[in-house]
T-cell receptor
Framework: DAGVTQSPTHLIKTRGQQVTLRCSPK?????VSWYQQALGQGPQFIFQ???????QRGNFPDRFSGHQFPNYSSELNVNALLLGDSALYLC????????????FGSGTQLSVL | AQSVSQHNHHVILSEAASLELGCNYS??????LFWYVQYPGQHLQLLLK??????LVKGIKGFEAEFIKSKFSFNLRKPSVQWSDTAEYFC????????????FGKGTRLHILP
C-alpha cells in the first residue's frame, strides 16, 4: 500500500521561474494538504484541496496555487519564484471527516538560486 | 488564530536520560494535539495524538504526552532515551472536529549522545 508520494524529490530553479510539484495521496485518501518547511522551521500550511476545490488557505501569496485532479492527486504551482521560496514542500493526505491522522510524503526540496 | 510554541530549539542528552520537551498552544476552543517526529532523511511521522478522553496519551516507541488544559500545554516525555531517538520533534494543533490545517511549532532538534 503506497503512502503519499511526491515528485520530484529535488529541484533547482532560478528567480522568476515557475515550478510545479506533484503529489499522489495515500490509497483511500481524498483530501490533500500542502505545507512549506523552511530550514529551521516547522511546516507551514499553504492550502488544502478536497473535491477538486481549494478549501482552506494559509498565509501565502497568490503566486502559490494548486489543483486537485479527479483521481485525488494534486499539484502545487509557484510562479515568479523568489529566493525565499527555497524550502521543503510537503504534501499530506487524509480521508475527509474520517478523524484519522494526516500522512505526510517525504517532500520536494526546492532550491531557488 | 492558533499558534504553537516549543520552548527548546535544540536538546542534547545522553542515552538513558529522561526527556521532556515543552509545548504550549494558544487557542480558546477545543483542540486536537499532535507530536510528530522527523528522523534524519525521513518524512514526518505521527508519534502520538490527543483528540479527547484520557489526557495522558501513549504513543509509539515509548513516548507519551500529557494534555494539561489549564496550562494549554502538551509536553512530550520519554523515561529513557536511545541513540535512535535522535530526530526533530514537532508539536502541532488543529481545531477539534476539523481536519483542515494543522499548525506546527518550530520544532525541537534532539541529539542523543551514545
Amino acid at each position: 500500500d503506497a503512502g503519499v508520494t511526491q515528485s520530484p524529490t529535488h529541484l533547482i530553479k532560478t528567480r522568476g521561474q515557475q515550478v510545479t510539484l506533484r503529489c499522489s495521496p495515500k490509497s483511500g485518501h481524498d483530501t490533500v494538504s500542502w505545507y512549506q518547511q523552511a530550514l529551521g522551521q516547522g511546516p507551514q500550511f499553504i492550502f488544502q484541496y478536497y473535491e477538486e476545490e481549494e478549501r482552506q488557505r494559509g498565509n501565502f501569496p497568490d503566486r502559490f496555487s494548486g489543483h486537485q485532479f479527479p483521481n485525488y492527486s494534486s499539484e502545487l504551482n509557484v510562479n515568479a519564484l523568489l529566493l525565499g521560496d527555497s524550502a521543503l514542500y510537503l504534501c499530506a493526505s487524509l480521508k475527509h471527516q474520517a478523524n484519522e491522522k494526516l500522512f505526510f510524503g517525504s517532500g520536494t526540496q526546492l532550491s531557488v538560486l | 488564530a492558533q499558534s504553537v510554541s516549543q520552548h527548546n530549539h535544540h536538546v542534547i542528552l545522553s542515552e538513558a536520560a529522561s526527556l521532556e520537551l515543552g509545548c504550549n498552544y494558544s487557542y480558546g476552543g477545543t483542540v486536537n494535539l499532535f507530536w510528530y517526529v522527523q528522523y534524519p532523511g525521513q518524512h514526518l511521522q505521527l508519534l502520538l495524538k490527543y483528540f479527547s478522553g484520557d489526557p495522558l496519551v501513549k504513543g509509539i516507541k515509548g513516548f507519551e504526552a500529557e494534555f494539561i488544559k489549564s496550562k494549554f500545554s502538551f509536553n512530550l516525555r520519554k523515561p529513557s532515551v536511545q541513540w535512535s531517538d535522535t530526530a526533530e520533534y514537532f508539536c502541532a494543533v488543529n481545531v477539534h472536529g476539523r481536519d483542515d490545517k494543522i499548525i506546527f511549532g518550530k520544532g525541537t532538534r534532539l541529539h542523543i549522545l551514545p
